[in-house]
């Protein structure tokens, strides 16, 4: 399974630091043709979006799932998706780094591509900078590849205002893209939410 991060204070201070989760989901086939790993599994493999032939699965409001393998080729194994960062911070997070799970793809020819992974940050006050990047693409492949789930649910914003328009990200910095081979790429999902903040108490249970 994939681990569940709780903390009081996550200050991610640099666009050095961060969470790297890119092909950390499940596995791909192995060869010759072997089927890979996960609910998306396929020759373009899906999780948020839809692959070549691997379908869409899991929350869009709380991702709990790594990305889907790819189908091994007749010669080496399938790439491996993109895996799950999940983060419960009860009082600010400061996001100034990286937030990666993006699925892996191959630089061969007629290859298959893994989807990508979920993130999943549930926090009290939310800050960051245009430094900060959330991504969960999908992997290369000529088979075309699903992007993953990222969701991002505070109580409040720090300086910037809200979130879904935060002038402190890049407008690029959240990305959960399909990539497109034979055929046409399926983004995944990027969920903003509010929680509620009831005085006294901050209750981070699902």
Request: contains cysteine.
């Amino acid at each position: 399974g994939s681990p569940l991060f709780r903390t009081r204070n996550l200050n991610v201070d640099n666009s050095n630091c961060g969470f790297d989760a890119n092909a950390r989901g499940f596995a791909g086939g192995t060869y010759p043709w072997g089927a890979g790993y996960g609910p998306g599994v396929g020759a373009g493999a899906g999780y948020g979006g839809a692959g070549y032939n691997g379908a869409a699965y899991g929350s869009s409001n709380a991702p709990i799932d790594p990305g889907s393998g790819a189908t091994g080729q007749a010669n080496h194994k399938g790439p491996t998706g993109g895996g799950l960062i999940r983060i419960e911070v009860s009082e600010d997070a400061r996001i100034l780094g990286k937030l990666t799970a993006n699925g892996t793809g191959s630089p061969l020819a007629n290859d298959f591509g893994s989807s990508g992974g979920g993130i999943n940050l549930r926090c009290k006050t939310l800050s960051g900078s245009s430094t900060a990047q959330l991504l969960a693409n999908g992997g290369s492949g000529w088979y075309y590849s699903g992007g993953g789930r990222i969701a991002v649910w505070r109580a409040r914003d720090g300086a910037g205002g809200p979130f879904g328009q935060y002038t402190g990200f890049a407008t690029n910095s959240v990305m959960t893209n399909g990539w497109g081979g034979a055929g046409n790429a399926t983004n995944g999902t990027v969920v903003y939410g509010m929680l509620p903040l009831l005085r006294g108490t901050f209750d981070m249970c699902w």
